[in-house]
């Protein structure tokens, strides 16, 4: 069951449609993703979820409620991490919490959720003196306060380091285990690609796909690419020949072969017959990115 539904949003500032059509649904107990590059409409559209933005036509429903007209019910049951999401300097960590937590007629154990996010040691911490990864970790124990159904966590590891911003992800995938539905907001390929059970692709204000990780790089095509040195050389022909083979090339003192199926197996094979070894061997698989970038040029050319 749909505990989000977006169809036909449509947003436009100043007569520019931000967002342009947009639609897609997320299933009860999943991590969500939309995906996409700055300026594609993912912010606006989750702004427009959480009830922040009154959309200029479409039909939103979050855990069966009107995110414009019943706000008030909504907001103790979906909790937001924003994009900008600041503090005052000076506010300690176990300030914030409490304050927060006044806001909600029933609000989780701030304490215990400190801990489990790892903050457990900076009660009294000032907001500037946290990291930004720990920044990032308050700002979801915030939004988890409500014990909400839903929590929207959008670009929430912009400016991390890569050790920052591992730590986060476990951090979501912990939130889901809790029993909570995320839509999570990014334009890291590596981060969806972790994180994400299913991801709407973004492009120019539309959803240009709807699908999981694998989906969407099968639907561009899910080809390989070999890389290596081999140690004699290689007739073409041989490896052309083979099913699996799209193509050849030669790059320097390296041989590149593109194809589908057992690629790798195929081309070993029949080079080991031939007395050939494969040094520096390197195998590259169509990502996220590739599957992104083919995609919504698809989606632009049609």
Same mark, same amino acid.
């Given at each position: ?10 947003? $436009?500032?100043? =007569? ?19 995906? @996409? ?6 912010? !606006?559209? +989750? ?16 855990? *069966? ?5 019943? @706000?008030?019910?909504?907001?103790? #049951? ?14 300690? +960590? *176990? ?29 009294? !911490? #000032? ?20 014990? %909400? ?12 380091? %890569? ?8 951090? +979501? ?5 809790? *029993? ?34 694998? =989906?969407?790089?099968?639907?561009? =095509? ?20 083979? %099913?699996? +083979? ?5 790059? @320097?003192?390296?041989?590149? &072969? ?13 080079? !080991? ?8 061997? $390197? &195998?590259? $698989? ?7 970038? !083919?995609?919504? #040029? ?5």
């Amino acid at each position: 069951m749909a505990i989000i539904e977006v169809e036909n949003l449509v947003k $436009r500032y100043g =007569g520019h449609p931000a967002v342009n059509g947009a639609g897609f649904a997320v299933e009860r107990g999943e991590i969500f993703g939309i995906l @996409g590059p700055n300026g594609a409409g993912k912010t !606006t559209t +989750v702004e427009c979820v959480e009830g922040l933005r009154t959309p200029d036509s479409g039909r939103i429903t979050v855990c *069966g409620l009107d995110p414009q007209h019943d @706000g008030a019910a909504l907001r103790h #049951r979906l909790g937001a991490q924003l994009q900008h999401s600041e503090l005052p300097d000076k506010l300690e +960590v *176990g300030e914030a919490m409490e304050l927060y937590s006044s806001f909600y007629r029933a609000p989780a154990d701030w304490r215990e959720l400190l801990d489990v996010l790892g903050l457990g040691a900076k009660l009294r !911490t #000032r907001f500037r003196r946290l990291s930004g990864g720990q920044q990032q970790r308050l700002s979801i124990a915030l939004a988890l306060l409500g014990h %909400p159904e839903v929590a929207v966590l959008d670009e929430l590891t912009t400016g991390l380091d %890569p050790q920052a911003r591992r730590d986060v992800w476990d951090l +979501v995938e912990r939130i889901r285990d809790r *029993g909570v539905t995320v839509l999570l907001v990014t334009h890291f390929m590596e981060e969806a690609e972790r994180l994400c059970d299913r991801l709407a692709l973004f492009d120019a204000g539309r959803v240009v796909a709807v699908d999981t990780p694998a =989906g969407l790089v099968s639907r561009a =095509g899910d080809r390989q690419r070999l890389r290596f040195r081999p140690s004699a050389p290689v007739d073409h022909a041989l490896l052309t020949a083979l %099913p699996e +083979v799209a193509s050849v090339e030669r790059a @320097g003192n390296r041989i590149v &072969v593109t194809g589908t199926g057992d690629l790798l197996l195929a081309v070993t094979t029949v080079l !080991t017959r031939h007395r050939i070894s494969l040094a520096e061997l $390197r &195998v590259e $698989r169509t990502t996220l990115d590739d599957a992104f970038i !083919t995609l919504t #040029r698809r989606h632009t050319q049609s």
